[in-house]
């Protein structure tokens, strides 16, 4: 898609759509019509230039409206975003892949795995379930509090902030 310019601004009239196909006819505010539309085509202060795309959307937010700007002297697709309600799910999704993730950096498949290594006769195994029990126990303790405190009306974090509020493991 292209946007038609005059200086520096994307014209946004009624009768000047302020987006075009590539190779079509242009009406211009003056009652002219031009062709062939094409990137950086330019007369009497008129300029075509191909709209840049939007920047990715962060996970976690999503686009609430989107338009065409000037920026950096180009039109781009400026998205307005806004963050998306994190689910009590999304918390509980998140605090098990999280267990998982620190149960694999000792080799096991996942947090349910090494807690029946809890009683084996190889103490290295034994000690490190044993740590990651206690930690686990740990975890939930922080885990209910704040989703205690998200249920009670307080701020919801993200995610990120959710985990980061975890306590570290100590492996003995």
């Avoid at 190779?23 to 002219?32: A, C, E, F, Q, T």
């Avoid at 990137?39 to 959307?57: F, K, S």
């Avoid at 740990?138 to 995610?159: H, I, K, R, W, Y």
């Amino acid at each position: 898609m292209l946007a038609l310019l005059k200086d520096n601004a994307v014209l946004n009239r009624i009768d000047v759509l302020g987006q075009f196909s590539e190779g079509n006819w242009v009406d211009l505010p003056d009652g002219s019509r031009v062709s062939p539309a094409q990137d950086g085509w330019a007369l009497r202060g008129y300029e075509l230039h191909t709209i840049q795309p939007a920047d990715p959307v962060s996970t976690g937010y999503r686009v609430v409206s989107s338009s065409v700007q000037i920026v950096n002297g180009l039109p781009k697709w400026v998205d307005v975003v806004e963050a998306v309600p994190v689910s009590i799910d999304d918390y509980k999704g998140a605090f098990d892949n999280h267990l998982d993730s620190v149960a694999q950096c000792k080799g096991y498949d996942n947090r349910l795995t090494i807690a029946t290594y809890s009683g084996s006769t190889n103490p290295v195994w034994a000690s490190e379930a044993a740590a990651f029990i206690v930690w686990r126990d740990a975890a939930l303790a922080s885990m209910f509090a704040q989703l205690a405190a998200v249920e009670a009306g307080g701020d919801a974090p993200t995610v990120e902030e959710f985990l980061a509020a975890l306590p570290e493991i100590t492996w003995s």
